[in-house]
């Protein structure tokens, strides 16, 4: 590129010089663009010093000489600067940290330092709680402390109900069965809130086996599921944080009493009933146990459990469409959603827009694209967060590329029809059948939820590419979250010769169908995604029907969590991952896996590296002890059912081998990018820095 600066010492020659220059092909200004090169290469250099002073513009390798200036202690939790596990989380360098040292340190010993502290060395939303001031003793007379050592007071129900929380106000008694008191509790909410924006409620009276008129949920999938708060911004730096300003659930006492912190435009929930333009006003918004939908709204009511995501309305109404927007919680952006993603640019291509201001249907964009003759590169976007049921057929002839997304902030789902008698209805996808002189056609499908059925993508493709898409496991849930079909597929590659990537995705089973014959083996490269089978005995990559034990395909596996059977020809490298469930390839002598963790019993994997259980149990001999190191290292997650909030994230109880035990002591499995003993190390350390001599501190996950 041409620099516009290299004709500035040319530009500032009187004009007679330049005129007489011109006319002997300018070799002044060719010898005065070489000089101005190199002032131009000192005057960057000189810029880069200056803004090397200062720790919001410098490099990040003078990060450590401004932070040695000032006496800042690294946490060796986080890695070095430049490292590649600080070049994938912000939250690992110690830039914001050094930045706000000075600031920390002049109110050293408050709470509010405390929470500012663990947000910018974790990133996690903090409450600082002081427990010595919870804990019920004798007063005497001459000098009491009205607000502690209280007796409880059963008539305040919102205190009653925050107890044993983060908000809790009562007295407690010290309990020394386990540990004491510690005088300081630092909570925070490692997981993050995400919006769904003017989306349909689901229609339980439509799906119930006994009718239940004019009762919905906010899940568009029928399931209870806990509504979030959106958190506020702290009035000042001094103020310690209530249940306004972090990501907690909303309590249903808390919604009864403030109903107007959590619903409005721009706050935690909105309702619209019946017409999509009127938000239901905060007057008619009522706080309900909708547990067994025994409470019935009166008039035009609207009732709201937030604790089960339930909305109920008065029987009297005509049963109408309902839209809201809510916030739910997650580990994090995986499987799609309104959060940031990357998504080509339509400048150049054929752009279908899906919305209520375009084509209203998909269909109707994939009629109106083989219409146009399938231009060669289209997208059909979907632009809203809303809920489309259709039945799906798309044939993708040779020669093009179609990719099928949800626009940027939207979260749209798709809900599969049960529309024909005697057969499948999943979502076919076709290429080919034969090869053509043109190339094969590629397949992107990016930031949709698919629920109701699978999806059969069969015939020739050059790749087929799922990001940021949810295939829900088990095709639909109950309202318990347990799958409506265990056992069924969300995704089956039928005779294709396709590259497979799947990436940031959660999917239920994976089933191949290839010719083993005629036909080389499928290659399906999966990473940050979790593929689920529901069960640990069922199959989670594997081969449609009975007849082969291994599906003819080569896996390449990175950061993923696995709950199920893998049977494959080979497994050419997983690293990082999860094998919840036995793990059977056919051709062992190739292929790698490596800090990766695998139910041993009847498992018959490539050679291992740094795996585990094998870590615990090569120094043992004795078969009970290996049997219990085996039992030890298994991991423990918090929900394995989809449509929960901690679902597939590790609990507490794991043990350090598996949560710490990727090749850069991150955790194994989907959510290993997080970092989340890296932020957790980091805030316990920095709160045994800044908390006042002889008090004890301790960090404490509130979710």
Known sequence: ????????????????????????????????????????????????????????????????????????????????????????????????????????????????????????????????????????????????????????????????????????????????????????????????????????????????????????????????????????????????????????????????????????????????????DEPVALDRIVAADLSNWIYTPRHDEVAVDPQLGRIALADTHHPREVWVTYHYAFSDDTGGGEYERTVRPAAGRTLYTVSHDAYRTISAALDRWKKDHHPPDAIIEIADSGAYTESLEIDIPAGCRLELRAGVGARPALRLLDAHAGKGDAMLISGPETEQSKRDPRLILDGLLITGRGVQIAGRFSQVIIRHCTLVPGWALDQQCNPRHEEAPSLELIDTNARVTIERSILGSIFIDQDEVWTEPL???????????????????????????????????????????????????????????????????????????????????????????????????????????????????????YGTPSYCRLSPRTAPEIVRGADDEASMGAFHDRFDPQREANARIRLDEFIPAGIHGAVIRAN
């Open 1 to 276: 590129m041409n620099d516009p600066r290299l004709d500035r010492l040319y530009e500032r020659l009187p004009a007679v010089y330049r005129t007489r220059d011109a006319g002997r092909e300018q070799p002044l200004r060719a010898l005065l663009r070489v000089i101005g090169e190199q002032v131009n290469v000192v005057e960057d250099d000189i810029a880069l010093l200056y803004e090397n002073w200062f720790i919001e513009t410098c490099n990040d390798w003078v990060v450590p000489y401004i932070a040695e200036l000032i006496g800042y202690r690294p946490v060796n939790e986080g890695g070095e600067p430049g490292s590649p596990a600080a070049a994938r989380n912000p939250f690992l360098s110690p830039r914001r940290e050094v930045a706000h040292t000075i600031r920390y340190r002049r109110r050293r010993g408050t709470l509010s330092v405390l929470e500012l502290l663990a947000r910018d060395v974790s990133g996690w939303p903090a409450r600082a709680v002081e427990f010595y001031r919870l804990l019920a003793f004798a007063q005497h007379v001459n000098h009491l402390y009205p607000a502690r050592g209280r007796t409880v007071d059963f008539s305040d129900a919102d205190a009653l109900d925050r107890v044993n929380g983060p908000f809790d106000t009562l007295a407690h008694i010290a309990d020394v069965r386990r540990y004491n008191v510690p005088s300081l509790g630092l909570y925070v909410w490692p997981l993050g809130v995400y919006s769904v924006t003017h989306a349909p409620a689901y229609h339980v009276e439509r799906h119930a086996k006994k009718g239940l008129r004019n009762r919905l949920t906010a899940s568009l999938l029928g399931n209870d599921m806990p509504l979030y708060t959106l958190p506020v911004q702290e009035p000042e730096p001094s103020h310690i944080a209530d249940e306004t300003n972090v990501p907690a659930p909303i309590r249903r006492r808390a919604f009864e009493e403030r109903t107007a912190d959590y619903y409005g435009a721009g706050k935690s929930l909105q309702i619209w009933v019946g017409s999509p």
């Open 523 to 641: 290659r399906v490269s999966i990473s940050d995604s979790i593929v689920d089978a529901t069960r640990v005995d069922y199959e989670a990559f594997g081969v449609t029907g009975g007849g082969r034990t291994v599906a003819h395909a080569v896996l390449t596996m990175a950061r993923c969590t696995v709950i199920g059977q893998t049977s494959t020809h080979a497994i050419e490298l997983a690293e990082n991952c999860i094998f919840y469930g036995r793990v059977k390839v056919a051709r062992s002598q190739i292929g790698c896996m490596r800090f990766c963790y695998y139910m041993p019993r009847d498992s018959r994997t490539p050679r291992r590296y740094h795996c585990q259980p094998d870590g615990v149990t090569a120094v043992l001999t004795d078969d009970d002890a290996k049997r219990r190191a085996e039992s030890r290292v298994r991991p423990r997650f918090e929900s394995t059912r």
